[in-house]
């Protein structure tokens, strides 16, 4: 499975990457910050994911990115509410890009 993706959010291509996280979480947006101008705003998605765990994890991490100044709360909540709507609708992954 290819690992690396570019993806336009919000105007911006963010690189996004499948690959093995460190801790126990299952995505991470790595978002500018003026006080680190050498850190590259970037997603990090835990490669073991699968299912609707890893659709809710895709889609909170990209709300991270096209929201930064959301709250994480709020993000959890969206991306939880949003998951579960395609879940119900059919979506699944059926092909590995």
Sequence with gaps: MP??????????????????????????????????????????????LAGKARLETEIHEFLHVAYPRHSEEHVTHAARDLAKLLHKLGYRLTEVS
């Design 3 to 48: 690992s690396n993706h570019i993806f336009t959010i919000m105007g911006k291509r963010v690189p996004w990457r499948y690959t093995s996280l460190r801790g126990s979480a299952d995505g991470w947006a790595v978002i500018p910050d003026p006080k680190r101008p050498r850190i590259r705003e970037r997603v990090l998605i835990n490669e073991r």
